[in-house]
């Protein structure tokens, strides 16, 4: 599973569920933490975002802006992942 937490994904220990998490505490040491739905996208699908111009947010929202952020206030792949 991925967050998104303080301007950064980050990789929770395999088999944790979102459950576990809120059940930890997790959440309330860190309110900022948003879950990431889906996996991360590959370098070739990055790439072929940066030659169209445009690209999904974390949370699947197409056609933003590679350097932007959704109408969630998320930001692209290329932006969380520290691409741009």
């Known amino acids: 599973m991925l967050v998104y937490r303080s301007g ?7 088999g944790l569920t979102e459950a576990d998490l809120r059940a930890s505490g997790y959440f309330d040491r860190h309110p900022d933490t948003i879950v990431v739905k889906g996996r991360k996208p590959s370098l ?3 790439e072929r975002w940066v030659s169209e111009g445009s690209c999904e947010a974390i ?3 197409p056609q933003i802006e590679p350097d932007g952020h959704c109408e ?3 930001p692209s792949w ?3 992942l520290g691409y741009i």
């Open 72 to 74: 969630h206030g998320l």
């Open 59 to 61: 949370d699947g929202c």
């Open 44 to 46: 070739r699908t990055l």
């Open 8 to 14: 950064r994904i980050r990789k929770i220990k395999a």
């Open 78 to 80: 290329l932006l969380a």
